[in-house]
């Protein structure tokens, strides 16, 4: 049996998806209630029980996002603490992670990218908290692979290889390679980039 609130619980995430995908394809603005609300099986002022407007719906999805990326960074990081690990370990950990997630979710990077600014205040404050610690993480596991780096130039050095990877919404309009062979090239730009810094 089913606990108490757990279909409702169901229904935001296929919400959150539906939408997500909604969004990256034809815009924020582009997308009524009444659609997003079709795309998950409910009718459009049912999101209401959920969402209290489409702006709410839209900060939910952009801080799932970088809520799953945290979460996901942190598990990385705690799983490469072994003293007896290689420090780059977690560094090329963190680049495959990314790239997957680049890979497998284009539309959530692409609804990242082009509609932060219709976000809420309070969630677009939120979505930069979450990101900026998910940098974070990347910033110690690049200082770690390569003592003496200043936190700084790795803060940089980060901030490009997700623009790199990031920018995989955009190949995959036109794949030249399959799935695998990409992820493969990305993650040796990726490390090639990051080990740049030096």
């Known amino acids: 049996m089913a606990e108490p609130g757990g279909a409702l619980a169901s229904r935001r995430d296929v919400l959150l998806e539906r939408a997500g995908h909604l969004f990256a394809a034809r815009g924020f603005r582009g997308v009524s209630v009444h ?32 809520e799953r990326l945290l979460a996901g960074g942190r598990l990385l990081v705690d799983q490469h603490r072994d003293a007896a690990a290689e420090p780059a370990a977690a560094l090329e950990a963190l680049v495959e992670f990314h790239t997957d997630f680049a890979l497998d979710h284009p539309e959530l990077i692409t609804v990242q990218d082009r509609e932060f600014a219709h976000l809420p205040a309070e969630d677009r404050h939120r979505v930069r908290r ?52 990409t992820a493969t090239v990305l993650r040796r730009v990726a490390l090639g980039a990051l080990r740049a810094a030096v």
């Open 35 to 66: 659609e997003i609300g079709a795309a998950a099986g409910i009718t459009g002022p049912g999101i209401y029980r959920h969402f209290p407007s489409k702006e709410a719906l839209l900060g939910a999805v952009l801080v799932s996002i970088s």
């Open 130 to 181: 979450l990101q900026r610690a998910y940098v974070e993480i990347w910033v110690d596991a690049l200082c770690a692979a390569t003592p003496g780096l200043a936190d700084d130039v790795a803060r940089t050095a980060v901030h490009a290889t997700f623009g790199l990877l990031n920018s995989t919404p955009h190949s995959a309009a036109r794949p030249a390679l399959g799935r695998a062979e």
